[in-house]
């Protein structure tokens, strides 16, 4: 028989004490855990998680200002780093940005380093809200991942100041959560944990609605769905931004794919 031997996601639920500054975030290292995916193990982070009373269909996000020439350039050849109005320890924070365009910005505009200079600017400048939204964690100024190619490290502009986050790139669902579900043990010992949905399904979703279930036969390891479709799941309270790594990823897609990485 196989043991699988678990250290599970510390989910960073922040303190909402200290409002608004970059340097407070913790410099921690974000580390994977393994869950399993259909019998394939995948690599996930834990990074913001907030509270709440029942699963959230859409995923609060906050926007991100990307400055371009014109509305319709490339997103990634910006005029100057893109700004933010929300950071872990403002209220509403979410890891979750939607991508919303500013055109109109000329060498006169100076560098804007806020929300506030951006509104300064009137309608000498345009704003266009897009439907792409991002996986972008704002977190501390030497936070590391696992896997650093995960989540690229940038600086923004955030109040005048800089800050910095992981760009995990676009959120493949858009503002739509996932489900994933944490396996415990009748002795409230986690046992597995099972993303709905990965990395190269339009489904996916960085962002989980977590729920807790319960198996009694603990002989048999849970790696798949399949093994818990039909047990009582109840929502945990917690929605987390926790990224799977592709690092590790293999291509396979889901139960019907002919591509099985493991038995
Ligand atoms: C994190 O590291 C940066 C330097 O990279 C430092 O300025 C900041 O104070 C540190 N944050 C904490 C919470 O220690
Ligand atoms: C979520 O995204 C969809 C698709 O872009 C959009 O129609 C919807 O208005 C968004 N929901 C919210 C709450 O913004
Ligand atoms: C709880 O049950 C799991 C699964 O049988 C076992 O691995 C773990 O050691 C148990 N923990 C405690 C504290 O009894
Ligand atoms: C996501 O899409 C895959 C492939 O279509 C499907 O197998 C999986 O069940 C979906 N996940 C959820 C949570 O709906
Ligand atoms: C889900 O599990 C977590 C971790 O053990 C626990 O804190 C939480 O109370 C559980 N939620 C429910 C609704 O059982």
């Keep these: 028989m196989i043991f699988i031997s678990y250290t599970f996601i510390v989910l960073t639920l922040i303190s909402h004490a200290i409002a608004g500054d970059p340097y407070s975030l913790p410099n921690m290292t974000y580390k994977t855990d393994i869950g399993y995916y259909y019998n394939m193990p995948v690599r996930i982070y834990g990074l913001y998680a907030y509270n709440t009373n029942s699963a959230p269909a859409i995923s609060p996000f906050n926007p991100i200002y990307v400055f371009l020439r014109g509305a319709g350039d490339d997103t990634t050849n910006v005029l100057q780093p893109s700004v933010v109005d929300f950071i872990p320890g403002d209220d509403g924070y979410s890891d979750l940005k939607r991508v919303t365009i500013v055109t109109g910005v000329t060498d006169s505009s100076g560098t804007i380093k806020s929300y ?65 579900y944490h396996v415990y043990a009748k002795n409230g010992t986690q046992i597995a944990a099972i993303p709905g949905t990965i990395p190269g399904l339009s489904n996916y979703s960085g962002i989980w609605n977590i729920y807790n279930l319960t198996v009694t036969d603990v002989t048999v390891p849970i790696t798949s769905y399949n093994q818990i479709a039909n047990l009582e799941k109840v929502f945990s309270g917690i929605v987390s931004n926790c990224p799977v790594s592709t690092t590790t990823l293999t291509g396979f897609s889901g139960p019907n794919s002919k591509k099985r990485s493991r038995k």
């Design 116 to 180: 506030d200079d951006l509104k300064k600017l009137g309608n000498k400048v345009r704003t266009i809200e897009s439907d792409i939204y991002v996986n972008l964690p704002v977190v501390g100024f030497s936070a590391k991942l696992e896997f650093p190619s995960d989540g690229p490290e940038m600086f923004g502009y955030y109040k005048g100041v800089q800050f910095r986050y992981f760009n995990f790139g676009i959120n493949p669902a858009g503002n739509a959560t996932a489900p994933i």
